[in-house]
């Protein structure tokens, strides 16, 4: 049987590989492991294989699984990314558990997140989600509105800017994965060129999945995001907790 180990080990190659094909240095792609549905121990065993790193995106799920594999003990501190979207009346459980979140594409919700932001924590990391298809119903702020955005949030004394987050949709091929995530690379890069102050750690191209990872890391992704191929098929609860 397959464990969470081996396909993490499984998946550090792929990245790995992608990495070479592009001419780039392994270590410039981090690794998210997307855990949400899954449960403490799924984490704990991906955590005792090394991963540090964690995308939740139901943000009560979430808080009470944090709580759940800190009492488990681990060798490391582990990283929690918010990657889903961020509900008004639940900034405050984000500000408070999480470490990065991705999904920032309200300036209301960054002023909330940068209020309820405990004195006693690090700045919140956040990126910028983009939405590259222009889909009326897909989370993320349009292209054309997001430097705008981006500075607003850098200027927060509790929040640091870190980068932009997408989910395109789905194409099939190489080609055209690669074509809709070179989108996102260039709102990634004109941002970076324009920003100004607050822009320094603006490092992160949080970008590409279990499916499309080869595609994203070719396109200049810095951080994959990747469930599926870590923790197997997901089964969604019928109303899950946002």
Known sequence: MTTIADKLQSVRARI?????????APDSVALL??????????????ALAGQCCFGENYIQEAVEKIAQVAALGLPQPLEWHCIGPVQSNKTRLVAEHFDWVHTL????????LSEQRPAHLPPLQVCI?????????KSGVAPVDALQLARAVAQMPRLC??????IPD????????LAVHLRVRQVFDALRAQGGAGFEAFDTLSLG????????????STMVRVGSGIFGARHYPSSPTA
Not at 105 to 112: E, F, G, P, V
Not at 209 to 220: F, K
């Open 16 to 24: 790995a590989q992608a990495c070479a094909a592009a001419g780039r």
């Open 33 to 46: 492991a997307v855990s949400k549905t899954f449960g403490a121990d799924a984490v704990h065993a991906a």
């Open 105 to 112: 594409d309200r300036l209301k919700t960054a002023q909330r």
């Open 129 to 137: 989600q983009v939405n590259v298809d222009g889909g009326a119903s």
């Open 161 to 166: 800017l870190r980068g932009v987050m997408s």
């Open 170 to 177: 789905e194409v099939q091929g190489g080609a055209a994965q």
């Open 209 to 220: 999945m279990t499916a499309d990872l080869e595609a994203a890391v070719a396109a200049g």
